[in-house]
């Protein structure tokens, strides 16, 4: 009986020790791809290096190997060939200055304002709701509809909305919105003003866009207009151009800066709500009223040598892609009115495919600028593979994140943040600043971009060397991208942005659905 009981016991212990060691991790494929990538990238990023340190160990042994008299010979023969020592200098002084004459300028980043508007025009997701009915025009089921769209919106309770639009009832009017809009753009250049120190008469170059609010004067005669600026400035305002275009304008400023030396280029972002809130009940047009909030953004640029040691960015690239030869595309954000004659922008249920297909050329075009050499062999042997030899396989996706440390996608809607967030397999920390932005602010259209960078900043993440990626989306249809490399450790103490005084607050759990108290 005790030879039995101990079998049994060596048994069950032979059982665990067998259970124990199936649990065990397969080491082999437990090893992580992503280190096994990353050395690989290094590998070949360094190549170079590894090549250019045996060959320079040749020409150090061969150059220890000359002696006093050789160099006293080849003196010697130079003296004999001073035609052509002279032509041979005055060729390398002639090609030094060329290429010191051509050169692209150096387009720094300042800084740069966001506006925070004042609490008291603060709409949370009730009071919208609220005003939307009061304003009695909303069929029961489009009341429904937009409160659906608000629960899933990725919105929080402090957004803002322009004051003729919270009173009761609305004054949508063209002196309200010319309100707004001095209200945001002058607020925003004030603080960017004062934080940079330079004065309104010294700005040569203006540059403002505006989709959806185009009076005469112009917003950029407004601007124009109230800081005096002088005659000879440059101004330009973009209309039309959708939430992309604060990139279009980032890129026309740096042009701009090519051309006219040691100037100081102001850009002015923003987008206008008073006039162009929906009043009416078609759907596709409803969607915009619940994810559009007021904000706005001020950038100054300059070229000037003396400003790159207290300049925050240098911009080092801009892709432009427009979509618009293709009428699904052209079509998709459409500004028109409906059946019963109110104005309002409609949104496609082709967004996102046209969206991602603008993205597709977008970072085709920005790749080859930005990628390591280990992720453009990758790519191109995929291709090759697909494309020649036919072979059944995914195509290989850039890993962007060793091209970036910083991303800033423009905080449109939550759908477009997620499908970014797969597609280029980013973590939460990289779309923290777009899902904070959209949850704190709204979409601010073309600002938006600014609020997220202002968060990065907050949170002190930006390092000296830090590369930055700006992505915007825009009717036309558009995508732009604009790549920031970091000038200096950005500390947030010494910060004036929207973000500080509740930093601390962020990041919050958005949940997918945040339901609405019915009033």
Not at 223 to 245: E, F, P, Q, T, W
Not at 331 to 348: R, T
Request: charged share 20%; net charge positive.
């Amino acid at each position: 009986m005790g030879d039995e009981n101990k079998k049994n016991s060596v048994g069950s212990e032979t059982a665990r020790i067998s259970v124990e060691i199936n649990n065990l991790p397969n080491f082999l494929q437990s090893i992580r791809l992503k280190y096994v990538k990353l050395g690989y990238h290094y590998l070949i990023s360094n190549a170079m290096y590894l090549f250019l340190v045996p060959v320079l160990g040749v020409l150090c042994v061969h150059v220890m190997t000359i002696s006093v008299e050789d160099l006293i010979q080849l003196l010697d023969k130079l003296k004999f060939n001073l035609i052509t020592v002279i032509l041979c200098s005055a060729v390398v002084v002639f090609l030094g200055t060329l290429y010191f004459m051509t050169r692209p300028r150096k387009v720094y980043l300042v800084d740069f304002s966001c506006y925070k508007p004042k609490p008291d025009v603060m709409c949370s997701k009730e009071t919208f709701m609220e005003r939307s009915k009061q304003a009695r025009i909303f069929t029961e089921e489009n009341l429904a509809f937009q409160k659906k769209i608000l629960e899933r919106s990725g919105l929080g309770q402090k957004t803002y909305f322009p004051e003729a639009l919270l009173r009761v009832p609305a004054e949508p009017n063209m002196a309200e919105a010319r309100k707004e809009a001095e209200m945001v753009m002058f607020g925003a250049i004030d603080e960017l003003l004062a934080k940079t120190r330079v004065k309104a008469k010294d700005i040569g170059i203006l540059v403002v866009n505006c989709s959806l609010f185009n009076p005469t004067p112009s917003l950029s005669a407004m601007i124009v207009n109230h800081y005096k600026l002088r005659g000879n400035v440059m101004s330009y305002n973009l209309g039309g151009m959708g939430c992309s275009a604060g990139l279009i304008s980032i890129d026309l400023a740096k042009q701009l800066l090519q051309v006219n030396p040691n100037s100081y280029a102001l850009v002015v972002s923003t987008e206008n709500i008073t006039l162009n809130w929906y009043f009416g009940n078609n759907r596709s047009m409803l969607v915009s009223n619940c994810i559009f909030r007021m904000g706005g953004a001020a950038i100054l640029l300059s070229n000037r040598s003396t400003d790159g040691r207290r300049s925050k960015y240098q911009l080092i690239h801009t892709v432009r892609t427009h979509k618009g030869a293709d009428d699904r595309s052209y079509g998709c954000v459409f500004q028109e009115e409906d059946e019963k004659k109110e104005i309002g922008v409609a949104l496609s249920k082709d967004l996102m495919a046209v969206a991602g297909e603008a993205l597709k050329t977008n970072i085709t075009t920005l790749g080859p600028l930005v990628l390591p050499m280990s992720e453009q062999l990758l790519f191109f042997m995929t291709l090759v593979a697909r494309k020649i030899f036919k072979m059944k396989i995914k195509p290989y996706i850039p890993d962007f994140k060793l091209a970036f440390e910083h991303f800033c996608i423009h905080a449109g809607g939550r759908a477009v943040l997620d499908e970014l967030e797969k597609n280029l397999e980013l973590s939460q920390w990289h779309m923290e600043p777009s899902r904070m932005t959209l949850y704190r602010f709204g979409n601010t259209s073309s600002s938006s971009l600014w609020y997220e960078l202002a968060y990065t900043e907050a949170k002190g993440r930006i390092k000296k060397g830090d590369r930055t990626w700006q992505i915007a989306f825009g009717s036309g249809f558009k995508c732009n991208s604009a790549v920031w490399r970091a000038l200096k450790t950005i500390n947030p103490v010494k910060e004036k942005n929207p973000w500080m005084d509740e930093v601390h607050e962020f990041p919050v759990e958005v949940p997918r659905i945040v339901t609405i108290n019915d009033s």
